[in-house]
């Protein structure tokens, strides 16, 4: 009896692969996402890139209804004031100009970077100067300080 449960035991716990050392692999693939709504929000002072699911509404309209629920309890927030929508984006050829309805006088730095950094389509590069006016004053153009 003894010796049919020692070979039971045996049976079930030698499979006959012989522990190795661990293989490596490369790097996990990187799949960029570019479905959706990208904007770029506020983490502290430091810009963030956040993609919602698709939908009609223009990223810079989005960018000024501020954080999701979601978003802020993520401790996201931003410096774009609800009244400077409507905010319209223009291509050209010198780049993408953005109209806001407040004055830009009264946005500070990091808020001027939310709204270029979200002005430019995903897949285009950060660097495309963006030109950002209000009813009265046009700025010199300016590029996205996010770094990846």
Known sequence: MKL???LLLLAL???GVRP???IPGGPAPIEEVTEGRVLYLLRGATL???VRPPER???LDLLAAGPTSLELAEGLTTEIPPYAAPI???QGEDGITVRISAALKYLS???RSQLVCTAIPPGE???TPVTLTDPTEKLLPLTCPFDA
Request: glycine content about 0%; hydrophobic content about 45%.
């Open 13 to 15: 716990t030698a499979c």
């Open 57 to 59: 509404t223009p990223s």
């Open 48 to 50: 963030t890139r956040v």
């Open 4 to 6: 049919l449960l020692l």
């Open 109 to 111: 730095p990091q808020a």
């Open 125 to 127: 590069s950060l660097a």
């Open 20 to 22: 190795t050392a661990p």
């Open 88 to 90: 319209t984006a223009v």
